[in-house]
T-cell receptor
Framework: EPEVTQTPSHQVTQMGQEVILRCVPI?????FYWYRQILGQKVEFLVS????????KSEIFDDQFSVERPDGSNFTLKIRSTKLEDSAMYFC???????????FGPGTRLTVT | KQEVTQIPAALSVPEGENLVLNCSFT??????LQWFRQDPGKGLTSLLL?????REQTSGRLNASLDKSSGRSTLYIAASQPGDSATYLC????????FGKGTRLHILP
């Protein structure tokens, strides 16, 4: 069964550093999403992406964050200058045309020290 | 703005019992409602997805129901086992998925 993959599984970085989280979507999926879950809290929507542009973003997704599909396959989330409060699990999800079902990756645990 | 609430926040039941987890959502204009399982420090495992036109879905010992008009969904777990211990998340889908905080379930051996 096709699945969404994410790399790395765990990333440790120092405050102020840039990080890039990567997601490989299910083939032929067109809609992409990032969510995050701070430890002990609920899963929160960050951003949705379709046709090479952002469809919607939450108030969490400020200028420190960006998303892109650099090579037509990977879908990335970049955090420009990480803060301690960016420590969380980041989930990628992808969706096919007209199906309204999102498939989640296993997540990347980001630890900012 | 969609809000998803799950009650109770935590539940402990003896092994073998049947149990019901509750989820409510404020905006009935959803595409679907999905139940996930999350083990501590781990990712999201999709359990059941109910489309807005459906009333329930079943998978093994799990049964999920959806009542859009009242903004409610339930997850029924039959004959609970210690391996069912996890956090169960309810998520309502409109343009994006809105998650509840989850119910932390502990099955007592």
């Amino acid at each position: 069964e096709p699945e969404v993959t994410q790399t790395p599984s765990h990333q440790v970085t120092q405050m102020g550093q840039e990080v890039i989280l990567r997601c490989v979507p299910i083939s032929n999926h067109l809609y992409f999403y990032w969510y995050r879950q701070i430890l002990g809290q609920k899963v929160e929507f960050l951003v949705s992406f379709y046709n090479n542009e952002i469809s919607e973003k939450s108030e969490i997704f400020d200028d420190q964050f960006s998303v892109e599909r650099p090579d037509g396959s990977n879908f990335t989330l970049k955090i420009r200058s990480t803060k301690l409060e960016d420590s969380a699990m980041y989930f990628c999800a992808t969706e096919g045309q007209g199906l309204h079902e999102q498939y989640f990756g296993p997540g990347t645990r980001l630890t900012v020290t | 703005k969609q809000e998803v609430t799950q009650i109770p926040a935590a539940l402990s039941v003896p092994e073998g019992e049947n149990l019901v987890l509750n989820c409510s959502f404020t905006d009935s204009a959803i595409y679907n409602l999905q139940w996930f399982r999350q083990d501590p420090g781990k990712g999201l495992t999709s359990l059941l997805l109910i489309q807005s036109s459906q009333r329930e879905q079943t998978s093994g010992r799990l049964n999920a129901s959806l009542d859009k008009s009242s903004g409610r969904s339930t997850l029924y777990i039959a004959a609970s086992q210690p391996g069912d211990s996890a956090t169960y998340l309810c998520a309502a889908r409109d343009d994006k998925i809105i998650f509840g905080k989850g119910t932390r379930l502990h099955i007592l051996p």
